[in-house]
């Protein structure tokens, strides 16, 4: 008597779940992603040269999209100083990551590397502790040449690491959050 | 107030007729009350000799005779404690009430020759079956403790572990895991969120108690996956003892600091017996042999209760309550942000991220809280029949964290709570000609949802999902054999919202039907009481489950983005096991268990797919997809009992798992792995301080190799200069892995303290294991230093 009380009052409770299933009817809450880089633009100014910028756009961040490099044209021989700004734009906001990386500078950092001969990227800033970010840069041109330039940001890098203040990526460590390649032409 | 009075008075008379009373029974004792007891051994039915008898009520104890008799005479009335003790066999502790005349009892232990290495053969213990089952018994938990499911699990022949790091793991039983293997914890599945290989399923052993792996398709009254093989995790029940017991347990590694402690409590007086199961361990960062693993720490906390009333002789009910909550940190090297990371730190051969350790749990790191509550009740309808109904409630919530940008590491970037509900009734039924049949029907139904705030778009969508099922099971012994045979089907629903990651981001929604059958035959031949054969052939469907349809999403742990197939179909499998358990005079003892596996449409996570470039950097695309395969390997073990002190054990296991469609190794396959180790127990007790003695003196020396996996090297790409380039990671090579093991029994008058003491990875070893996912950036766990002190009281 006891068994069968007991197996009714599963039953019961079966249905009564089996009937609140259905609440997943609600649609489920998109997220703004918001670790994504979506825009990135390398603005370089010079006396005696024009301004140019260099846009990276990858709207659907992680998704199959591939991303959109504008690289540009350099004048030989000049020396730029240059200004990186980063943002994640998603669903028409816009969300500073520069901003971000000056707040935790000392977490940050970024690193250039091209295969033009003669083309020089020095860091012109400074963290709370004295060491470089990267976000601006004094860009040196030589000889005319063609060929690329890669940027990186590294999140939590070593910055006392041998090479790192000065540029060199090998011994950064830290966490890629950007890679973008731009196609560069220096010219006379 | 008239009344109260009246009960007072009353209540008063009766204390006082107490106070009369007791004396005159204690002045009539009758102390000449004779116990007599046989000892004989739980597989064998062989008496078993020289057993050390000791009542802790009298302070007196006897030795059994080379018949396994033994006797205590001149005994009052009384509620009584013995323990019996005796080389190479588990010690036993039972209660006897003695009233006013004698009393003689039929004892039981597990031999040590059936103990290999304290890994009990249930088929000596258990139920009989054609189906190759082992379990690992409430010592060797205890003696391990400090140990999750999966390195527990490890232990039997024929099952590795994958894992990430030292703390998270989950077990592969001949070749298998993830969603083909079924965890089924106190009669339910466990509901876990098994998404990945860096996910443990959400167990403490030391609250379990007892962990019973069935390797065949054997798991066919389970819901769950009847693929692979089937984990039984079981708590004790609870003893039939009126006082109040139980055992505390102390434990240290000296790698990572780590300490522990578990409380068990338990008493069954008349009506309702309760025990109550706690642990709480903490562990600093790990080392290895030349580096700290940093943010390797884990905190736990768990605790169990379980409940038992008798209602009648036919009427059981018990009640089962676990919460089980865990803090893992992942190690800090082992983030990366692309391929390019992953080969500097290769090509580096140390991580960026070492230092000095500490009890610190940074992101990135795991919290997991899960819940179980589980109703359980079981009514005999006579002495052939009876019938039991389960019901369960389950929620298991985890959130994981990750190194964030804008102060947003104290955010999950995963939080997920899943909530499961589960009803079965089972029926049982023994025949007249020998025939058992069980039968049972299970609901259950899963609400995955994920929570608000994580700024990422989920890995795993939301969804709920419902399923049904219904199995027979047959079994009959005529003459030497047993013949088993069972079916099993299954329906489930799933309903899933997901969201797209192409523009413009938008809910998808799917409703999934899968029809899923499973039946298994097997017969069982005892040639002689020497030599047994048993051969079992199963064949079983699996659907899909949610992350191999739906995930979508970066897998930062190892540089892939993870994206499930929609179109994947039902996954079917055939399975054959042969196995044979004998022993030659009792000296030898030998197992060997063949199994060979063929699938249809068997679903991996495929790495060699295309490369996607995100701001990141440069990603492969790991997609889920079906092959045929197959499996076939050997588990073989040998203990050889060189004297009665001295035990040589062996164990080899083989395994072969092929991708038959691109014909290349299966990934993720444990690789061969042999293991011999020497057992020297001291055949005397030790005089230790004053009358005290240690008693079971044991020490294991073993040695584990193990070999290279046979996969193909791992390719990565990355882009230089906008230029394709790539690198390969080659498995990881073999090692050997050395380790000491020793333990000793103290008797006290009412209590008996168990010493265990270990050293792992002696020679302090650099190695990589290929079933570690952190080995990519980390090498092993280096020299560790393990004590346990056991009281039980």
């Known amino acids: ?188 | 107030m008239q009344l109260l009075t009246l009960m007072l008075l009353n209540k008063l008379k009766l204390i006082a007729l107490l106070f009369i009373v007791v004396p005159i029974i204690g002045f009539s004792q009758n102390c000449t009350l004779t116990l007599t007891g046989h000892i004989s051994d739980v597989g064998t039915g062989e008496p078993i000799p020289y057993t050390n008898v000791f009542v802790s009520e009298t302070k007196k104890g006897t030795v059994s005779d080379s018949f396994g008799h033994f006797k205590l005479t001149n005994l009052c009335p009384g509620d009584y404690h013995i323990t019996l003790s005796h080389i190479g066999c588990e010690s036993k502790k039972i209660f006897v009430k003695i009233e006013e005349k004698d009393v003689d009892l039929k004892l039981k232990l597990t031999h040590s020759v059936h103990d290999l290495n304290n890994v009990v053969l249930s088929s000596f213990s258990g139920p009989k079956t054609t189906q190759h089952v082992e379990t690992i018994n409430e010592r060797f938990i205890s003696d391990n403790a400090g140990k999750n499911l999966a390195n527990i699990t490890e232990s039997i022949v024929g099952v590795s572990t994958i894992k990430t790091g030292n703390s998270i793991g989950k077990p592969i039983i001949n070749g298998l895991f993830g969603n083909r293997i079924s965890i089924i914890n106190n009669g339910i599945p466990q509901s876990g969120q098994q998404w990945g290989i860096d996910h443990s399923p959400e167990i403490d052993p030391l609250v379990a108690n007892k962990i019973s792996v069935i390797k065949g398709t054997a798991g066919l009254e389970y819901l769950g996956a009847p693929l692979g093989a089937t984990i039984l995790v079981e708590p004790e029940k609870i003893e039939k003892e009126p006082h109040l017991h139980g055992k505390t347990n102390y434990f240290f590694e000296s790698n990572g600091l780590s300490n522990g402690i578990n409380l068990q409590l338990h008493q069954y007086p008349s009506s309702i017996g309760w025990k109550v199961n706690g642990t709480y361990r903490r562990s600093g960062d790990m080392s290895t042999p030349s580096y700290n693993l940093i943010n390797s720490g884990v905190q736990e906390a768990n605790l169990a209760l379980q409940l038992e009333k008798e209602f009648s002789k036919k009427l059981k009910t018990d009640f089962y309550f676990s919460t089980y909550n865990t803090t893992l940190g992942i190690i800090s090297a082992s983030q990366i942000g692309s391929a390019l990371n992953l080969k500097e730190i290769d090509e580096r051969g140390k991580p960026f991220i070492t230092g000095s350790g500490s009890f610190d749990i940074e992101p990135p790191k795991q919290k997991v809280n899960h819940h179980l509550a589980k109703f359980h009740s079981k009514y005999s309808i006579d002495f052939s029949q009876w019938v039991a109904v389960d019901f369960a409630g389950q929620l298991n919530q985890r959130k994981e964290f990750d190194r964030r940008r804008g102060g947003r590491s104290n955010r999950p970037s995963l939080s997920l709570d899943q909530y499961t509900m589960y009803i079965g009734g089972t029926y049982f039924k023994r025949f007249s000609s020998g025939l058992n049949l069980k039968s049972g029907i299970q609901y259950n139904f899963i609400d995955n949802a994920n929570q608000a705030g994580t700024g990422v778009l989920p890995l795993i969508p939301d969804y709920t999902s419902h399923q049904t099922g219904v199995f027979t099971t047959l079994t009959k012994s005529y003459k030497k054999s047993i013949f088993e045979f069972g079916a099993r089907y299954d329906h489930t629903n799933q309903h899933v919202a997901t969201i797209t990651r192409d523009l413009p981001i938008r809910v998808e929604r799917f409703d999934n039907s899968f029809h899923n059958i499973s039946t298994s035959a097997g017969w069982n031949f005892a040639i002689n009481p020497h030599l047994s054969i048993s051969y079992n052939l199963g064949y079983a469907t699996r659907n899909p489950a949610i992350n191999e349809l739906y995930s979508s999403g970066l897998h930062q742990g190892v540089a892939a983005l993870e994206f499930g197939d929609p179109n994947l179909k039902n996954e079917k499998a055939l399975k054959t096991t042969l196995g044979i358990t004998g022993d030659i005079k009792e000296k030898f003892s030998f197992e060997a268990h063949g199994y060979f596996q063929k699938f249809e449409n068997y679903i991996f996570l495929n790495p060699r797919g295309e490369i996607r470039r995100i701001a990141r950097g440069a990603f492969l695309v790991f997609n889920y997809e079906q092959a045929n395969a197959q499996i076939a390997g050997l588990d073989l073990l040998g203990t050889y009992q060189v004297t009665p002190s001295l035990q040589i054990r062996a164990t080899a296991s083989l395994i072969d798992a092929k991708n038959i469609t691109e014909d290349n190794t299966l990934i993720y396959t444990p690789t061969n792995t042999f293991t011999g180790s020497v057992t020297y127990e001291y055949p005397k007790a030790i005089p230790f301080i004053g009358s005290k003695k240690l008693e079971n003196w044991k020490i294991t020396i073993k040695n584990e190799y193990v070999s290279e996996s046979t996969t193909d090297d791992e390719e990565y790409i990355f882009f230089e200069n906008n230029e394709r380039k790539s690198f390969a990671i080659a498995p990881p090579e073999a090692y050997n892995f050395l380790s000491l093991q020793s333990s000793t029994d103290i008797q006290f008058n009412k209590t008996r303290l168990r010493i265990t003491g270990g050293v792992t990875n002696i020679l302090n070893t650099s190695y990589r294991d290929y079933l570690d996912r952190q080995r990519y950036f980390v090498i092993a766990q280096g020299i560790n230093a393990t004590l346990g002190i056991r009281l039980n009281f």
């Open chain 1, 1 to 188: 008597m006891k068994t069968k009380s007991i197996l009714l009052a599963l039953c019961g409770l079966a249905i009564s779940f089996n009937s609140c299933s259905d609440d997943d009817d609600n649609d489920p809450v998109i997220e703004n992603e918001e670790e994504v880089i979506t825009n990135v633009n390398f603005t370089l100014t010079a006396d005696g040269a024009d301004p140019v910028t260099f846009t990276w756009v990858d709207a659907d961040g992680e998704g199959p999209a591939e991303a959109v490099a504008v690289g540009g044209t350099l004048k030989a021989n000049t020396t730029y100083s240059a200004k990186l700004e980063l943002s994640n734009v998603q669903n028409g906001e816009t969300e500073d990551v520069t901003e971000e990386i000056e707040e935790e500078d000392e977490e940050h950092q970024l690193f250039y590397s091209t295969n033009i001969s003669g083309l020089s990227v020095t860091y012109t800033d400074k963290d709370g502790e004295g060491n470089p970010i990267g976000l601006e840069t004094e860009l040196k041109t030589g000889a005319a040449g063609k060929g690329t330039i890669t940027i990186f940001l590294r999140h939590e890098p070593n910055k006392s690491a041998e090479g790192v203040a000065e540029g060199n990526i090998a011994n950064a460590g830290g966490v890629n959050e950007l890679d973008a390649t731009f196609d560069v032409d220096v010219v006379e």
